[in-house]
T-cell receptor, first 109, second 111 residues
């Protein structure tokens, strides 16, 4: 059973377009992380959000934690080919990190 | 470079052989996690340590898998009598509080 569901599972867009990835759960998490992973490498941490309703910006990436701390979104503005990768959300609860199903993003030049 | 290292990066073995992977976490982190990841999927939790104590193990961790973290520093993950279904990326992550940092992973191929 997957605690966190991500959508969409696959996304292919043109360079310059905007996109949003969703991470949803019926469970409450004390914090939530977003990672980007490239083939053959480990996931790289992008951000940790802790407070319900929190919004964090990292250059062209905007992360939001839901008010109830059950869901999150990642918005990318003006996507670039370097944004291509597998995006993973992970919720922290009870000393464990629960990963989402992943969103594979391809940005076409 | 996250400061977490794993060795080896790649391992090819024959079915039935034993393999051992090593993880060196960030030195001031007291928590260490092992995950298994198959292509295109999110990492699946295997086990975690707080200092030298193994506090939780997944049902995925069959009796062929064993992990240790002597002295609360580096950790090893051993798979005995490997099976083709063990082929995957094995990831290690170290954590201080509610954020974890991953190593580059060990890709295992069982022939």
């Amino acid at each position: 059973t997957q605690l966190l569901e991500q959508s969409p599972q696959f996304l292919s867009i043109q360079e310059g377009e905007n996109l949003t990835v969703y991470c949803n759960s019926s469970s409450v998490f004390s914090s939530l992380q977003w990672y980007r992973q490239e083939p053959g490498e480990g996931p790289v941490l992008l951000v940790t959000v802790v407070t319900g309703g929190e919004v964090k910006k990292l250059k062209r990436l905007t992360f939001q934690f839901g008010d109830a701390r059950k869901d999150s979104s990642l918005h990318i503005t003006a996507a670039q080919p370097g944004d291509t990768g597998l995006y993973l959300c992970a919720g922290f609860r009870g000393n464990q990190f629960y990963f989402g199903t992943g969103t594979s993003l391809t940005v076409i030049p | 470079d996250t400061g977490v290292s794993q060795d080896p990066r790649h391992k090819i073995t024959k079915r039935g052989q034993n393999v051992t992977f090593r993880c060196d976490p960030i030195s001031e982190h007291n928590r260490l996690y092992w995950y298994r990841q198959t292509l295109g999927q999110g990492p699946e939790f295997l086990t975690y340590f707080q200092n030298e104590a193994q506090l939780e193990k997944s049902r995925l961790l069959s009796d062929r898998f064993s992990a240790e973290r002597p002295k609360g520093s580096f950790s090893t993950l051993e798979i005995q009598r490997t099976e083709q279904g063990d082929s995957a990326m094995y990831l290690c992550a170290s954590s201080a509080v509610e954020t974890q940092y991953f190593g580059p992973g060990t890709r295992l191929l069982v022939l």
